[in-house]
Every structure is written in structure tokens, then in C-alpha cells.
């Protein structure tokens, strides 16, 4: 473990979308698990389930995507809007621009849509990480418990940063909810929420040298009485 701060864990924390083929130890997954469940959650509930991947069965999982990749390049549809529909500003806006230093980042221009989708295909490679999680959460609960476990999902981010692994949420595997479902063998009241890559960053790879923007505080925080 690095001796690394709360600080440094968040500013160097970012969405790796090229890793290394070295496998990440089944312990070590663990061990962020075992940390990462100190999180809060309203009423304590704890409302995250983790299905954790590597190995074989990863290999068994993308062969079974690659196989119907083709057929359905933007998979099965999802179970949740991953953004409202007709998203307004700032937001759109924000969304947008990401999108765009990203594909900046590897030279794929607008007009080539074909990159475009090979590189969101990228996904459900896990970005060439040998190891994933994902997180599934019962179908009763609500928006507060969603945000529940949006926080386990950064503190394992964080925790991994701490070992030197880095992360990559994936809500695109919300597209293979059905596939991935069977895979799994989730019961049904549970619903998949996201996945995430986890494993040690290509130092390489132009991907991976976004820094993405973040609105000024003026724009989202307000102070009274200080
Ligand atoms: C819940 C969640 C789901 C995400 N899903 C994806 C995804 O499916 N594919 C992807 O490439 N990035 C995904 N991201 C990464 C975001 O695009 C990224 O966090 C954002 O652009 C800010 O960049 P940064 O993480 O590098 O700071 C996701 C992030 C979050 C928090």
C-alpha cells in the first residue's frame, strides 16, 4: 500500500480506459471490498451487491459479448435512462464535451462513427482489465439508495488508488442487463446498476492522458454565513 492521502487518492483517481493484462490477486479485491464496506448508507441498509470477475470466467463473459456484438452494437437496451431524456444545460453540454476530449484524446474524429462505436465497444472489453466488478441493487429501492451505493463504488475507487490499481465505472454493462443477469445468475429482485474495471493502468496509452473539466464552485455551490 502507498502512502498515499484521502487527497492525493481523489485527485489522481480518473477513469482508466487502458489496462494491463496483469492480474489483479483475488485477496486484493477482497481487501478493497472488506474497507470499502465502511461506507455510509442511510438507515445503514446497505444496499450494494458486488459480483466480482476475473479469470476464466471474465474471458467466458467477453467472448459472450464479442459473439453478439455485431448483431447488437449498443446491446440490449437498458433497465434504467441512464440520462433523462432530453438532458438540459449545463449538463448536456458537460456531457458532451467529455465525449469529445475523449475521443481527442486517440484522434477519432466526429464524422467517424465507426470509431466512435469500436471504441464504446471498448467497454465491454473491460478495457483490457483482468478484473471487474459489478453492482447490482434490489429493484425495491429508491434514489437514496442508489446513492448509497454510488458512494461504496467510489470508496473502492479510492481504496484502489491507495494500491496502486486503478478504475473504470462502466454503467455501458447497464446494456447487457439481460446477458449478464443469466451470466450471474442474479435472483430477480435484483437489478444491475453498473460495472467497473479494475486492474493497473497502461502508462501508454493516449486514452488514459484525459483530464477531465470540472465546473468552477461558483457554478454548483452557494455559501451563506461564512
Ligand atoms: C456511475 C458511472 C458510470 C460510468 N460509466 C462509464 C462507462 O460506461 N464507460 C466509460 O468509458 N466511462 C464511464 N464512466 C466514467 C465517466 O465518464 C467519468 O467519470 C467522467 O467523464 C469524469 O472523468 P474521470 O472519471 O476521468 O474523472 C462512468 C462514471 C460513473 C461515475
Not at 494491463?20 to 477482497?30: N, Y
Not at 461506507?39 to 444496499?47: D, I, K, L, T
Not at 458486488?50 to 452494437?73: D, F, M, N, S, T
Not at 475523449?102 to 477519432?108: E, K, S, V
Request: charged fraction near 25%.
Amino acid at each position: 500500500m502507498t502512502g498515499m492521502s484521502v487527497s492525493e487518492a481523489i485527485d489522481s483517481r480518473m477513469s482508466c480506459r487502458a489496462f494491463l493484462p496483469t492480474p489483479v490477486p483475488g485477496a486484493l479485491i477482497r481487501e478493497l471490498l472488506e474497507a470499502a464496506k465502511r461506507a455510509p448508507s442511510g438507515g445503514n441498509v446497505q444496499p450494494w451487491h458486488v459480483y466480482a470477475v476475473a479469470g476464466e470466467p471474465l474471458e467466458q463473459l467477453r467472448a459472450i459479448i464479442r459473439a453478439k456484438l455485431p448483431e447488437q452494437p449498443m446491446g440490449e437496451g437498458s433497465e434504467y435512462n441512464m440520462y433523462p431524456p432530453n438532458m438540459t444545460e449545463p449538463y448536456r453540454s458537460r456531457r458532451f464535451k467529455c465525449g469529445e476530449d475523449l475521443y481527442a484524446t486517440i484522434r477519432i474524429a466526429r464524422e467517424n462513427r465507426a470509431g466512435r462505436l469500436q471504441q464504446f465497444a471498448r467497454n465491454f472489453d473491460f478495457f483490457g482489465a483482468p478484473a471487474a466488478l459489478f453492482f447490482a441493487i434490489d429493484r425495491q429501492m429508491g434514489a437514496d439508495q442508489w446513492s448509497d451505493v454510488g458512494m461504496f463504488m467510489q470508496s473502492i475507487m479510492l481504496l484502489a488508488r491507495e494500491r496502486g490499481l486503478h478504475t473504470c465505472a462502466q454503467e455501458a454493462w447497464s446494456l447487457w442487463y439481460r446477458t449478464l443477469g443469466e451470466f450471474l445468475a442474479f435472483p430477480p429482485e435484483l437489478m444491475l446498476f453498473c460495472g467497473l474495471a479494475i486492474g493497473y493502468r497502461d502508462e501508454s496509452a493516449p486514452i488514459n492522458r484525459l483530464r477531465t473539466d470540472r465546473a468552477p464552485l461558483r457554478e454548483f455551490a452557494s455559501f451563506r454565513g461564512f
